[in-house]
């Protein structure tokens, strides 16, 4: 049977993040035909309502608010509750982003429905979907089968290709007003601590380093490939905790979860709490000094080296790959 699906469109600064993207078409395969109505949440954010329908959204719903220039659990659950209730939806899919993972648990407890979250992969369609999530730190996958109720799913990013973007595709944009009260907390300024970059959790290409990289100033070269391919800088547990950068580019099991389409980690032992960030990257190239290193398991290609003699080589090698491209 066809389902109506809401699919949540996030917003970073003005623009769409790439998830979205993809939980529409997952949202589409879990449609099975039926209507797929994106949801927009914010302030000033309907200008960015027909790029969700060029990507396959048949029509947006959109809630403005001065309360919901930054997202707050209390604000975007009265908003999404208010959406949910008028479209009473037969799917919901949410990006498996730090939003969603916060927001989903709730809006599934509102709804007394199910939670399927971080798919990975979805096989089948409407009523027969199955949907795919690892378990137990990556070491395996489970599918998982909704039997009655609100389907409900939060996909991982960079693993369900979006649709190809058609911008002549027309969807209806309705902005329905709600009053967001009793609010505990509202947030009136946000300091990001580093606003340049490719966000890490949808780069297409991670540099990560580890311990081996020794200090602050040893990431400089990671940081220079990570620019030359257009992708993002990450880091082991060990890196952090040795102060050599920020908590927020930890990645593994009590960091964020990657899945690029390049990931290369330097200096990095390959502990299983940093596999589970990392091991379903689509190519792994691990550098390490010690040919027995844990990563080189993993790796598809595994380079036995010192990381401050391989990287700046290949620095050299991609510059001048892209010069005579
Ligand atoms: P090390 O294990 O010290 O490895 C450094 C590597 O660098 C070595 O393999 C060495 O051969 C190599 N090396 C040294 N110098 C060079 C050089 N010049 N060139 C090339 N290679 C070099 N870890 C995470 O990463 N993410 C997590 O989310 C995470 N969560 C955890 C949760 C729990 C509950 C626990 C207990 C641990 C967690 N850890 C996590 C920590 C994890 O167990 C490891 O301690 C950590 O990943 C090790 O970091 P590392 O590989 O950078 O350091």
Redesign the pocket.
């Known amino acids: 049977m066809s389902k109506k699906v809401l699919v949540l469109g996030e917003v970073r600064e003005g623009s769409l993040r790439n998830v979205s993207f993809e939980a529409i078409a997952a949202a589409k395969q879990i449609a099975d035909g039926g209507e797929v109505v994106g949801v927009l949440i914010g302030d000033g954010i309907a200008s960015v309502a027909s790029e969700l329908v060029a990507y396959g959204a048949d029509r947006v719903v959109t809630v403005e608010h001065p309360h919901l220039k930054a997202y707050t659990s209390d604000g975007f659950g009265q908003a999404f509750m208010a959406i949910a209730e008028q479209e009473n939806p037969e799917a919901i899919v949410f990006g498996h982003t730090a939003l969603g993972k916060d927001l989903s648990p709730k809006i599934a407890s509102k709804l007394q429905s199910g939670l399927i979250s971080d798919v990975t992969e979805i096989e089948g369609a409407g009523d027969t979907a199955l949907f795919i999530r690892p378990i137990y730190s990556g070491k395996a996958f489970e599918k998982v089968k909704v039997k009655d109720g609100i389907v409900f799913v939060t996909i991982r990013p960079n693993n369900i290709a979006p649709l190809v973007k058609d911008e002549s595709r027309t969807g209806s944009v309705a902005a329905i007003s709600v009053d967001i009260t009793n609010l505990r907390t509202i947030i009136k300024e946000v300091v990001r601590k580093s606003t340049a970059g490719v966000d890490l959790s949808e780069a297409k290409v991670v540099v990560a380093g580890?311990?081996?990289v020794k200090s602050e100033e040893g990431f400089a070269p990671l940081k220079e490939l990570a620019n030359v391919l257009g992708g993002a800088v990450g880091a082991?547990?060990?890196?952090c905790d040795a102060d050599y950068c920020d908590y927020s580019l930890?990645?593994?099991?009590?960091?964020k979860v990657v899945t690029p389409d390049l990931y290369i980690a330097?200096?990095?032992?390959g502990?299983i709490?940093?596999l589970a960030?990392m091991s379903n990257s689509k190519v792994i190239v691990a550098?390490?000094?010690?040919p027995e290193?844990n990563i080189f398991k993993v790796a598809d290609y595994g380079i036995v080296g010192?990381?401050?003699e391989v990287i700046p080589l290949l620095i050299e090698e991609f510059k001048a790959l892209k010069v005579n491209a």
């Open positions: 580890g311990r081996g082991s547990r060990g890196a930890q990645i593994g099991q009590t960091g330097a200096g990095i032992s502990a709490q940093h960030g550098i390490n000094k010690d290193a010192d990381l401050f």
